[in-house]
């Protein structure tokens, strides 16, 4: 019998697509010491045809939900789970696929994605690649989505081993103690600090969860890996594992028990660099603002501080950063029914860290991603990475991306600071340096060995320019 294999949405023709990458455009008013690039980006508002033509934006889009910043490989991750459905005479037999898409850094080109797998076997499952994320020790990691009870079907979490392959190995499963099962829950989104394989040193995992039973609450999971260790336990010492918003002692807003049908997001906090306790953590929901808590369950600080500020509802996704001295938070603004939709307020935090005080300095892109909906709440996934350049000054990548209508990369540094990695639109003055390897992209910013017959990104050591061949 014949056997057909089909990709669903498969789109015909993308070569006749001749956007690439930009920046932005907009210029963004520099403070007294600080100021914004963009570096590069895709997106629906700016280079609608070049971001429509990635491939995984036009091949199951809607089914690419995170991103992940790697400044250790210099690339930028998406995660991708394509559906193919294979049709063999009556029976029709649909796999989804675990795949990373790379993007280069400092240019923004797209390099294509690669297969995950196993022992040499595909890696496939419902969004079985959902979340991914770079550890604090360089650890490329994923998980997929979880429906429950996590007895019968543990949290499963990957690292990546070869990127240039896509081989992955298990590094532990996460499952609840027997005695809390009942309260399971969706896991969809969650967040990991330390060393995710337990060899330099100990992790926290945490996951929000989603809504369960006849009281229609959320909860929280909890997990901890020892360093020298290899299974995942739940810290007595804190919460076993698992706690119930009928626990939390306070919310913003008041009273609020659900922050979502599906779950929400939890962000860790770390006091410092080499913090991996897990003691401070964000719980942003999609019904919820975000809002800062301890392991003891008390609410520190919450939008309840800066009203004015607080993000649109339905939208998720936070994180804090340091430079030159000062704190700041970058979070989730909005999502598909404002305008603009899916950017990210950048705010420096008021006096003692907290919301109160709290002052925007930009919200990027400034004309947002896009507001398409992909049929669903997705978190805005947001990551930054500090640079120190050669005298001292400091800046931070900061990495947007928002499932289905953008993704970016941003410089936030002193004015003095000189980026280790110029981009495109970054890059007069610049002396070129004729000994480094030369590498072609085509306008939808592929790799090209044998460039010819056309228009292409010539990027030499950190010059990258138009060229015709």
């Known amino acids: 019998m014949k056997k057909i294999l089909l990709l669903g949405a498969a789109l015909i023709g993308l070569s006749s697509i001749s956007s690439a990458q930009v920046v932005d455009g ?5 403070t007294a010491d600080i100021k914004c690039v963009n570096k590069w980006l895709w997106s629906r508002n700016h280079n609608k045809a070049g971001f429509e033509g990635l491939e995984f934006i036009a091949n199951a889009g809607t089914r690419a939900r995170t991103a992940a910043l790697d400044p250790a490989r210099e690339k930028v991750y998406v995660a991708w789970n394509p559906q193919f459905t294979e049709i063999n005479g009556t029976d029709t037999t649909t796999t989804e696929f675990g795949r990373i898409c790379t993007f280069d850094l400092s240019t923004g080109a797209y390099e294509g994605y690669v297969q995950l797998t196993e022992n040499g076997t595909p890696i496939t499952g419902t969004l079985t690649v959902q979340q991914i994320g770079v550890d604090d020790f360089g650890n490329l990691w994923f998980s997929g989505v ?3 009870p996590t007895q019968e079907k543990p949290i499963k979490i990957y690292v990546v081993d070869n990127i240039e392959t896509g081989e992955c190995r298990q590094v532990g499963q996460w499952a609840l103690p027997a005695e809390e099962e009942s309260e399971a829950g969706r896991v969809d989104y969650c967040d990991v600090v330390g060393d995710i394989t337990g060899q330099e040193a100990n992790a926290v995992m945490m996951a929000a969860v ?11 999971y909890r997990w901890e890996l020892p360093q020298g260790e290899t299974e995942w336990v739940a810290n007595e010492e804190d919460f076993a594992g698992y706690v119930s918003t009928r626990d939390l002692v306070e919310t913003y807003p008041e009273g609020t028990v659900s922050w979502g049908t599906s779950s929400a997001v939890v962000k860790i906090v770390k006091e410092d660099e080499s913090d991996f306790s897990g003691a401070l953590f964000y719980v942003d929901g999609f019904n919820a ?3 800062l808590y301890n392991t003891a369950l008390s609410m520190l600080e919450s939008f309840a501080s800066a009203p004015e500020l607080c993000p649109a509802s339905g939208c998720n996704g936070i994180t804090e950063f340091n430079l030159a001295g000062k704190n700041f938070v970058a979070y989730a603004e909005a999502q598909y029914d404002k305008d603009p939709g899916c950017r990210v307020n950048i705010c420096e935090l008021g006096e ?3 919301f109160e005080g709290m002052k925007k300095y930009w919200s990027v892109p400034e004309i947002g991603l896009g507001q398409l909906s992909d049929g669903g709440n997705r978190v805005h996934s947001i990551a930054t990475k500090k640079y120190v350049d050669e005298n001292g000054n400091e800046g931070v990548y900061l990495l947007t991306y928002k499932c289905y209508n953008g993704i970016g990369v941003y410089c936030i540094s002193q004015t003095d600071f000189e980026d280790p990695n110029p981009s495109i639109g970054a890059v007069e003055g610049i002396e070129i340096d004729n000994n ?3 590498s072609y992209y085509n306008l939808q910013g592929v790799k090209v060995a044998n460039p010819e017959n056309g228009v292409f990104i010539k990027v030499q050591g950190n010059v990258a320019s138009k060229v015709v061949k």
């Not at 907009?26 to 520099?30: G, K, Q």
């Open 26 to 30: 907009a210029s963004y008013r520099d």
């Open 146 to 148: 979880n429906f429950g």
């Open 210 to 220: 989603g809504v369960f039973g006849a009281d229609n609450v959320n909860g929280l």
């Open 289 to 291: 603002p975000p809002a």
């Open 352 to 354: 003692g860290m907290t």
């Open 436 to 438: 480094a390897p030369v």
